[in-house]
């Protein structure tokens, strides 16, 4: 199967931007990575940099294994607290993940934060991660309904990150499966999903003949309903079998 994809960042309405997204290949294998820096927490976009490079640069050395997504995780989560601590920034620098691999018709995914990653078949979204945060854990519980996570006043209190030291691993690996010829994955940041809907992604799916035009009008969308001047950083990377 052909696989295209395209990477997108922006940083806002903010001065400094703490997305940061990569891809590696091995072969015919991939690995697309996104990751969000903790705004208020001084160097997130040293954290988002540091693990969603750890990951890509792993996987271009090595490939894609059973484990290799736990292990990339595991290996970015060291690297990030040798380098707080290396800074004397234990509280400073922590980051959500992202992590889809494509080998050989099958695809994984693994994340930890509110980092997003959806997955399209037939045009329509066939499943995304959940969210580790209180907002989600409200849905679970039955407390509120899912469209009021993106505007819940705690949607940004997030219940697992990167850079918080874990007896054992936070993050979850989410979902493999099988391809289907027409699939679509996009991982994004909550400053791209907050702004969206499903349905509109949806849309802007179905009326796209690559995965750069798709992205280009999903942030048209965005940027038509966010508030601009108080607008989050926003990125996106779009996967299209």
Not at 56 to 81: H, P, V
Request: glycine letters at 8%; a negative charge; proline letters at 2%.
């Amino acid at each position: 199967m052909d696989i295209e994809y395209f990477m997108f960042t922006d940083k806002g309405g903010r001065e400094i931007n703490e997305d940061c997204v990569k891809t590696a290949s091995y072969g015919d294998s991939y690995c697309f990575v996104l990751c969000d820096g903790l705004g208020g927490h001084g160097r997130g976009e040293v954290a988002s940099a540091l693990v969603a490079e750890s990951i890509a640069q792993r996987f271009a050395a090595n490939g894609d294994s059973d484990t290799f997504i736990e292990t990339a995780l595991d290996e970015a989560q060291e690297k990030l607290l040798s380098e707080q601590k290396r800074l004397h920034a234990p509280m400073e620098m922590k980051t959500t993940a992202t992590v889809l691999t494509i080998n050989g018709g099958e695809y994984k995914i693994g994340h930890i934060g509110d980092s997003r990653v959806y997955v399209f078949r037939k045009n329509k979204v066939l499943s995304r991660t959940l969210d580790h945060s209180v907002p989600q854990m409200l849905v679970l519980a039955g407390d509120i309904k899912e469209k009021h996570i993106r505007r819940h006043p705690d949607r940004n209190r997030l219940l697992r990150v990167m850079g918080v030291e874990w007896d054992s691993p936070r993050y979850e690996i989410s979902e493999s499966g099988t391809l289907k010829k027409g699939d679509a994955f996009l991982l994004c940041t909550d400053g791209f999903w907050e702004p969206i809907t499903e349905k509109e992604m949806s849309k802007a799916l179905k009326s796209s003949k690559s995965a750069e035009e798709w992205t280009a009008k999903m942030t048209e969308l965005i940027r038509k309903n966010a508030d601009l001047a108080d607008m989050d950083n926003f990125s996106a990377v779009t996967v299209r079998i």
